[in-house]
């Protein structure tokens, strides 16, 4: 039931980023972030492989990929990194969906809307953009997405919730750690790498 649940998602995600023929940015300044997150990132999703039973650490890098190159080049590059690690890895193709969906297409979809609310309701500000969508963010964004995978499964019985929610809660902060860190240098010394950013929005001078 789940695996159909995962599918749907997935599918309807990459229906609607193609639908907006994200493609057109990879003219500008998005080329280089989107080609380094297709090198790096398989890397942090295949490290739970890696690492001894029960020390496993999932690392998103959604939240900070929609930063970059904004939410419908986030999905293609999240697809062809799942494609990555379900080729270079050892987990079957239904985990690597479930990968898929919960720590990067559900994290890069918060964050979207998150971001959206931000812009709406909160002053243009760096430090809302650093603190906010950056750290503050993509601690919200990559738990909740946690949470609700935790509570998906606990319905049909397969985990428990209380140590696994503690689990998200924790390592919801080191994707933070790395989201606003890197958030901070790029709108500090390469700006251009950020597709959300915008010097005329956060830098313009206080109206009187």
Request: hydrophobic residues 65%; positive net charge; glycine residues 8%.
């Amino acid at each position: 039931m789940l695996v159909w649940l995962e599918a749907t998602l997935a599918l309807l995600a990459l229906a609607v980023a193609l639908s907006l023929r994200p493609w057109r940015m990879l003219q500008g300044g998005a080329l280089t972030p989107w080609m380094a997150t297709i090198v790096f990132l398989p890397l942090l999703w295949l490290l739970p492989q890696r690492m001894p039973p029960g020390l496993a650490v999932q690392f998103s890098g959604a939240c900070l990929l929609v930063l970059m190159v904004g939410w419908p080049l986030a999905v293609l590059a999240l697809c062809v990194v799942a494609l990555v690690v379900w080729a270079l890895g050892s987990l079957s193709a239904v985990a690597v969906l479930s990968q898929l969906v919960w720590v990067g297409l559900v994290p890069a979809t918060l964050a979207l809307l998150l971001g959206a609310a931000l812009r709406r309701w909160l002053p243009p500000n760096p430090f809302v953009y650093v603190l906010g969508r950056g750290f503050l963010g993509t601690a919200a964004c990559v738990f909740v997405a946690g949470a609700v995978q935790e509570l998906l499964y606990r319905l049909v019985g397969q985990v428990g919730l209380e140590q696994a929610l503690v689990a998200h809660w924790l390592m919801a902060w080191g994707d933070a750690f790395l989201t606003g860190m890197g958030a901070a240098i790029f709108v500090a010394f390469a700006p251009q790498w950020l597709a959300t950013w915008s010097d005329t929005r956060y830098l313009r001078p206080p109206e009187p």
